[in-house]
């Protein structure tokens, strides 16, 4: 089976504009979870998506959102973006019922 | 609340030579799940081994085994005869089920380990 697959690798962008991340699980996978990693914070999780149901959140602004579509694919986004947004933004998919979380290669993202 | 404690930011190793990762963590529940990941230079986070708390037998994978010690809430990662393929950012997580079907992880924030030729 492919991994999951995350795009773009790259992104810069400017203080104030908006971001889209997305990310394509495993085939099979339906949850799927995306964190923020900074060298300081370590991994910081954002939110869960399961059957295009935001079932988890963590603590960050309203300015972070997502969203998954039929597919299981998923979307997230940052509004009017921050230097500290600058980060590497990671998916992982999950099996059903399963416990293990698998990662993408992650989006490295540049805000300046 | 959960948390999860890696207090060696940066070890390296000789080749060849075995080294330890430590991990600690803290949480009352009874039923939980501890992982080690690989994350190498080139950034894709990889699954190095799983250990299921109510299991009293240590995971072991190949050339990487843990020490689980439920008591003392410690969880570390044994790698043997270290390879330069080794180098990594090695982070530790915890995880437990929310609600019915979901689980929360928590990461450590990593030990980055570099083997030395």
């Known amino acids: 089976k492919a991994g999951v697959t995350q795009t773009p690798r790259y992104l810069i962008k400017t203080r104030g504009q908006q971001v889209t991340l997305s990310c394509s699980p495993i085939?099979?996978?339906?949850?799927v979870s995306w964190y923020q990693q900074t060298p300081g914070q370590g991994l910081q999780f954002l939110f869960e998506?399961?059957?295009?149901?935001?079932?988890n959140k963590g603590n960050f602004p309203g300015r972070f959102s997502g969203r998954q579509f039929s597919n299981s694919r998923s979307e997230m986004n940052v509004s009017t973006l921050e230097l500290g947004d600058s980060a590497l933004y990671l998916c992982?998919?999950?099996?059903?019922?399963?416990?293990?979380?698998?990662f993408g290669p992650g989006t490295r993202l540049t805000v300046l | 609340a959960q948390t999860v404690t890696q207090s060696q930011p940066e070890m390296s190793v000789q080749e060849a030579e075995t080294v330890t990762l430590s991990c600690t963590y803290d949480?009352?529940?009874?039923?939980?799940?501890l992982f080690w990941y690989k994350q190498p230079p080139s950034r894709q986070m990889i699954l190095v081994i799983r250990?299921?708390?109510?299991?009293?037998q240590n995971a072991t994978e190949n050339r990487f085994s843990v020490n689980f010690q439920k008591a003392a809430k410690s969880f570390s990662l044994k790698i043997s005869d270290s390879q330069l393929g080794d180098t990594a950012m090695y982070f530790c997580?915890?995880?437990?089920?929310?609600?019915?079907?979901?689980?929360?992880?928590?990461f450590g924030t990593g030990t980055r380990l570099k083997v030395l030729a």
């Open positions: 949480t009352s529940e009874n039923n939980y799940y």
């Open positions: 992982a998919s999950s099996p059903v019922g399963g416990d293990t979380q698998y």
């Open positions: 085939s099979g996978h339906r949850s």
């Open positions: 998506y399961f059957s295009e149901t935001q079932r």
């Open positions: 997580a915890f995880m437990t089920r929310v609600t019915s079907g979901t689980y929360k992880y928590i």
């Open positions: 250990q299921e708390a109510y299991k009293q």
